[in-house]
């Protein structure tokens, strides 16, 4: 199953209706006559050993006698160097284009060939999760509904989005709703170097094979087979490695650096990118082949700023592992006015920016007495947000914003501002007693003793005159 390429101005992910290109293989003659499989992937590969896609226990069929792949211009047949040939409406060819009917002859073996497109409409999931990714806005539903049926299948998905969208969680919430979920997951990183390092990463390394080439490395894609491959980066290919990456694609096999045998691998690709990749394309930065390859199926994740609606849930997702990973404290819950706040930012770093702040409100901001936080927590959840407004600055007693002041400065007068109100308000809260008001933070002691230093203040929580 291949996705038709959309017009450049539409994303998949936001499309009602999808139109899938398939090829349905159906055996007519030998030992597994009536059998039926359908083409995806965009690699099928047919013969008699195990582990191809189509298994014909006859001894006239090679071991790897034929593969079909999914191109711009349909499915194409090639032959594998078989014994006995691979033969399309009775004539012998090395790599053909398959028509609707067409027959295709390996060996004594005969398969009918029917390649057709399938409409498949959309609607958004019921859920909003998936993995965990949450959203209940539709841009976040609609991207769901269509995971929730591109999972089951080995199609490649490339998932595009800005930094801090979430990419990785998407790819990892795709393999553990997959077949090969019980298979490793693998990350192979595109943007770790150049020339060998590179290619180690990616396809190993013999021992001896270079300076440095110690011991045997197994790369990305042999410690994936069986499993997904997830490639992080992959606008960040060099051009030079494009076409081995493009090869092992398409014949599922493997060189390692200084290796002289093929390594045979089994991989569904997830590949992620932060730019659109077509306009990589265009520029003559990424390959064509590799590019179509990859995108079969594109989608997309929208930024924060986009799907405002999503803050909420989010926040509270996003709390709850916060508490799981600390057995010791309940929940964190911020106040309705700080989570209106926190929806009228624009997020430029997106999820991951969210979450940050998060688990420095956890980790720094948790009131002595309450797992509330309220306007006056904003100074650290909110340092330099453009969603804080003037009223919201006068209502929390906060340090206005200025023009001329970057981000960095203004940032740390919000913290030092937070600092000493926090300190004030835990001192009085403890009658100025600084080992009672440590513990009630759940804060070191000596901690306590420099922030007070810091800010020039009583163990009272007045100013030193």
């Known amino acids: 199953m291949a996705l038709v390429p959309l017009p450049p101005t539409a994303a998949a992910a936001r499309t009602r209706a999808l139109e899938l290109a398939r090829c349905r293989l159906t055996v007519l003659s030998g030992p597994e006559r009536g059998k039926e499989r359908l083409v995806s992937g965009g690699v099928f590969q047919i013969g008699r050993a195990p582990e191809n896609d189509l298994v014909l226990n006859d001894d006239t069929v090679s071991r790897q006698h034929c593969l079909i792949t999914h191109e711009p211009k349909g499915y194409l047949l090639k032959d594998l160097g078989s014994t006995s040939g691979t033969l399309l409406d009775g004539a012998e060819i090395k790599e053909a284009y398959l028509k609707p009917g ?10 009918k060939a029917r390649p057709f497109r399938e409409r498949l409409e959309l609607a958004p999931s019921d859920s ?67 020339g060998t390092l590179l290619e180690s990463e990616l396809f190993g390394h013999e021992k001896g094979a270079f300076a440095g080439a110690t011991a045997l490395r197994q790369g990305a894609f042999e410690l994936a087979h069986g499993g997904t491959l997830w490639l992080d980066d992959v606008a960040e290919l060099p051009l030079e490695v494009q076409p081995k990456v493009l090869r092992v694609l398409e014949q599922r096999t493997l060189r390692r650096i200084g290796g002289h045998k093929d390594v045979r691998v089994d991989v569904r690709v997830l590949a992620g990118c932060e730019r659109p990749l077509r306009h990589e394309v265009e520029r003559g930065k990424f390959s ?5 390859r990859l995108a079969l199926v594109p ?38 006015p700080v989570l209106e706040a926190l929806s009228r930012h624009d997020w430029p770093g997106n999820v991951r920016e969210l979450r940050d702040v998060l688990e420095r409100a956890a980790s720094v901001a948790r009131p002595a007495a309450s ?94 005159p």
């Open 288 to 292: 064509k082949d590799l590019w179509f």
């Open 371 to 464: 797992d509330e936080l309220g306007p006056s927590a904003l100074p650290l959840l909110y340092a330099g947000a453009s969603g804080v407004t003037r009223a919201d600055e006068g209502a929390a007693g906060l340090p206005a914003f200025v023009a001329a002041q970057s981000y960095r400065a203004t940032r740390a007068e919000w913290e030092a501002a937070f600092e000493q109100r926090y300190v004030t308000w835990l001192l009085e809260r403890h009658e100025g007693n600084i080992s009672a008001a440590a513990r009630g933070a759940d804060m070191d002691r000596k901690y306590l003793h420099k922030l007070l230093k810091k800010h020039g203040l009583h163990p009272s929580g007045r100013k030193e």
């Open 102 to 111: 067409a027959i295709i002859t390996l060996g004594k073996v005969e398969l």
């Open 299 to 336: 989608v997309e994740l929208p930024p924060l700023r986009e799907r405002r609606e999503d803050v909420p849930m989010l926040v509270e997702a996003l709390l709850e592992r916060l508490s799981a990973q600390s057995a010791t404290r309940a929940p964190l819950r911020l106040t309705a």
């Open 128 to 194: 909003p999760r998936f993995g965990e990714l949450v959203g209940k806005s539709v841009a976040m539903r609609e991207l769901f509904g269509l995971l929730q049926r591109l999972a089951a299948t080995e199609e490649p998905v490339l998932i595009s989005g800005e930094a801090g969208t979430g990419k990785d969680a998407l790819a990892r919430a795709i393999h553990a709703a997959s077949p090969r979920a019980s298979k490793p997951f693998v990350v192979g990183s595109c943007g770790v170097g150049v």
